[in-house]
């Protein structure tokens, strides 16, 4: 009789938390299409998972006590899991995040296409650095894009990143670093491809999206950008 090899695969799992704004919300559901794309099932953050992702906020002491407490749960619940804190709170307060002793790996507010390969890697038993850069170090606009959505007739659209107004009361400009526009090419080639899907509302967001443009020195940039896509054909 011959014998047959059975090689069973395993599908792993991921589970994601966003804590804050739009911009989060909408880089968490970039992330997770890439996790998606690379076999991964998406879980509620209460399931049993190989990897739990927190996308934290600190505008203000309660956020980061939330972050804190939610990924804390996730590991005391999970213990041969990986769990990370990624975003705002890390990029203002790395330190204070690695700290925590329930967390494997932080990320700041860029790389965030970058996650998939950390948590890969621990997973297989590697070594892994967290690093953080300087928020003043922030000058690309990171590229991310909204493949799949959980609501079909409205879509976040971040176009926008970063704030250079350091406003006494606000912690902003250190946790998202200075203000990086998307270019308008890829902005109006995310809303076609969503209109294409079914959206049929597009909620333009950034952590300062009145400064859209002005690191490029294009003072009326969000006026043009608006203009050119009510006149986009459905």
Same mark, same amino acid.
Do not use: W
């Given at each position: 009789?011959?014998?047959?090899?059975?090689?069973?695969?395993?599908?792993?799992?991921?589970?994601?938390?966003?804590?804050?704004?739009?911009?989060?919300?909408?880089?968490?559901?970039?992330?997770?299409?890439?996790?998606?794309?690379?076999?991964?099932?998406?879980?509620?953050?209460?399931?049993?998972?190989?990897?739990?992702?927190?996308?934290?906020?600190?505008?203000?002491?309660?956020?980061?006590?939330?972050?804190?407490?939610?990924?804390?749960?996730?590991?005391?619940?999970?213990?041969?899991?990986?769990?990370?804190?990624?975003?705002?709170?890390?990029?203002?307060?790395?330190?204070?995040?690695?700290?925590?002793?329930?967390?494997?790996?932080?990320?700041?507010?860029?790389?965030?296409?970058?996650?998939?390969?950390?948590?890969?890697?621990?997973?297989?038993?590697?070594?892994?650095?967290?690093?953080?850069?300087?928020?003043?170090?922030? +000058? /690309?606009?990171?590229?991310? &894009?909204? !493949? #799949? *959505? $959980?609501?079909?007739?409205?879509?976040?659209?971040?176009?926008?990143?970063?704030?250079?107004?350091?406003?006494?009361?606000?912690?902003?400009?250190?946790?998202?670093?200075?203000?990086?526009?998307?270019? +308008? /090419?890829?902005?109006?080639? &995310?809303? !076609? #491809? *969503? $209109?294409?899907?079914?959206?049929?509302?597009?909620?333009?967001?950034?952590?300062?999206?009145?400064?859209?443009?002005?690191?490029?020195?294009?003072?009326?940039?969000?006026?043009?950008?608006?203009?050119?896509?009510?006149?986009?054909?459905?």
């Amino acid at each position: 009789m011959r014998k047959v090899n059975l090689v069973i695969k395993m599908i792993k799992r991921a589970a994601f938390y966003t804590l804050g704004c739009k911009v989060n919300q909408y880089e968490t559901e970039a992330v997770i299409d890439i996790f998606i794309d690379s076999g991964y099932q998406i879980v509620d953050f209460s399931e049993k998972a190989d990897v739990y992702i927190v996308n934290s906020c600190t505008v203000t002491n309660e956020a980061a006590r939330k972050t804190r407490q939610i990924a804390r749960r996730a590991k005391r619940k999970f213990p041969d899991s990986i769990v990370a804190i990624v975003g705002c709170y890390t990029q203002a307060f790395p330190d204070e995040v690695r700290d925590i002793e329930e967390i494997d790996f932080v990320m700041g507010s860029n790389n965030k296409a970058k996650i998939l390969n950390k948590a890969e890697e621990m997973l297989a038993g590697k070594a892994i650095t967290n690093d953080v850069k300087e928020y003043q170090e922030l +000058k /690309e606009y990171e590229e991310l &894009e909204l !493949k #799949r *959505l $959980s609501n079909t007739t409205r879509a976040n659209v971040k176009i926008e990143d970063g704030c250079n107004q350091f406003c006494s009361y606000c912690i902003i400009p250190y946790a998202r670093g200075p203000v990086r526009s998307r270019k +308008k /090419e890829d902005i109006v080639k &995310e809303i !076609k #491809r *969503l $209109s294409q899907q079914g959206v049929k509302e597009i909620i333009l967001t950034g952590t300062h999206l009145g400064a859209y443009g002005s690191d490029r020195g294009n003072s009326r940039a969000l006026t043009q950008l608006m203009k050119d896509l009510t006149e986009l054909e459905e």
